[in-house]
């Protein structure tokens, strides 16, 4: 039987926007994955500022924006954990929780550019597959400074139409992968509400409602 493929996606969420879901449709389709989860971390209440709503109000939103679609799953994993989200932790946890699948951990470039800064992530690294996605200003070729400590072999950047076949899983772990990234941002859609601008087609018609009946990101 093939092994299963599950995506994991985290992030802020603050909040989820089309941006996101644009990516993990790209990569869903191009990995033929049979789940994402989203997974939303878990911040600090004494963190949130009026800039991060609260663990439960981005868990919902990413409940309401993932509703109708058959392969991605809201996973309240970190949220639920109510401490500071390591991915090590998180990848552990998803491991023993699926045993015989195949994990793979999507990311946009901007957060690959950032990962030595992560808890034990030579281990992450080793752990999992890694899918790191383009984003607006950044480029995918980035990435090779970051893994310099470990072998250069096992990344490959992808061409637009390729897929990942089981001949690559069984030589590489990072795998670069350019799509057409939507300009949206969570900083600019906090922003905009802020200003009292309409965030309509940058997140789902049901996040938008929720964000205004809880008055989210106003000050
Ligand atoms: P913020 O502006 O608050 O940092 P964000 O839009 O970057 O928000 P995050 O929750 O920080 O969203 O990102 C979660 C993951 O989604 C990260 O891996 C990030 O690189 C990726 N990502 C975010 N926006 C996009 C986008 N428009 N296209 C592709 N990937 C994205
Ligand atoms: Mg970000």
Redesign the pocket.
Known sequence: MKEERIGLFG????PI?S??LR?AEIVQKRLDLDKVLFIPSYIPPHKNSAKIASPAHRMKMVELALHSHPHFIPSSIEVDAEERSYSIITLGKIKKLYPNSRIFFI??I??FLEIDTWKNHEQVLEQCFFVV?S?PGFRLEEAEAVVQGISREIMCELSKSENINDDMLRTRRIFLVPID??Y????NIREKIKRGESIQKMVPDEVDAYIQRNNLYQS
Do not use: E, M, V, Y
């Open positions: 992030g802020t969420f603050n926007h941006g996101h990516a990311l946009g901007d957060a996605i984003r990234a939507l949206i941002a969570s900083t």
